[in-house]
């Protein structure tokens, strides 16, 4: 399964590239152009992904708790809010991953983003390598700044 970040990054490459090609070109994108960017999104994270399920439009489950995708091209470089008792992420994509359970879980989040650790004072989040050791840990209440492409693993709580 470690391959799928590698793929998800190679791919979040590629459509950068053929983004910044079709920015130049004197055609005009369809107006839903993205909307089926977004769908793409979902669809591709569901196939990957057995046993979850869309919840919304641009959003679905994932062990954990949900992941909301960002429409191509909204990506907000802002802080994000985040529910009392949750962890909150939102990667270099826009896409925010939302935990509200504990355990550990696999993290498929690339580029540089935000978090925003709003549990329960003095919950620990920790995150991990591809390789399963401690990269680093927040300690709630906090928020900051991460690059989410060296993280292969969250433990929320």
Same mark, same amino acid.
């Given at each position: 399964?470690?391959?799928?970040?590698?793929?998800?990054?190679?791919?979040?490459?590629?459509?950068?590239?053929?983004?910044?090609?079709?920015?130049?070109?004197?055609?005009?994108?369809?107006?839903?152009?993205?909307?089926?960017?977004?769908?793409?999104?979902?669809?591709?994270?569901?196939?990957?992904?057995?046993?979850?399920?869309?919840?919304?439009?641009?959003?679905?489950?994932?062990?954990?708790?949900?992941?909301?995708?960002?429409? $191509?091209?909204?990506?907000?470089?802002?802080?994000?809010?985040?529910?009392?008792?949750?962890?909150?992420?939102?990667?270099?994509?826009?896409?925010?991953?939302?935990?509200?359970?504990?355990?550990?879980?696999?993290?498929?989040?690339?580029?540089?983003?935000?978090?925003?650790?709003?549990?329960?004072?003095?919950?620990?989040?920790?995150?991990?390598?591809?390789?399963?050791?401690?990269?680093?840990?927040?300690?709630? $209440?906090?928020?900051?700044?991460?690059?989410?492409?060296?993280?292969?693993?969250?433990?929320?709580?």
């Amino acid at each position: 399964m470690k391959w799928i970040k590698s793929l998800v990054m190679t791919g979040a490459a590629v459509t950068l590239a053929a983004g910044q090609l079709l920015a130049g070109s004197a055609s005009a994108a369809p107006a839903d152009g993205g909307a089926d960017g977004l769908r793409r999104q979902v669809d591709a994270y569901l196939a990957s992904h057995p046993g979850e399920r869309r919840i919304a439009e641009d959003k679905a489950t994932m062990p954990g708790g949900s992941v909301t995708f960002s429409t $191509p091209g909204t990506a907000e470089a802002a802080a994000i809010s985040c529910s009392y008792g949750h962890l909150c992420i939102q990667d270099g994509n826009g896409s925010t991953w939302d935990y509200y359970y504990c355990g550990y879980y696999d993290f498929y989040g690339v580029g540089d983003g935000y978090f925003n650790n709003n549990q329960t004072a003095g919950t620990v989040a920790r995150f991990y390598n591809q390789d399963g050791s401690l990269r680093w840990t927040s300690t709630a $209440p906090q928020s900051g700044t991460a690059s989410w492409s060296p993280v292969w693993h969250i433990r929320p709580c």
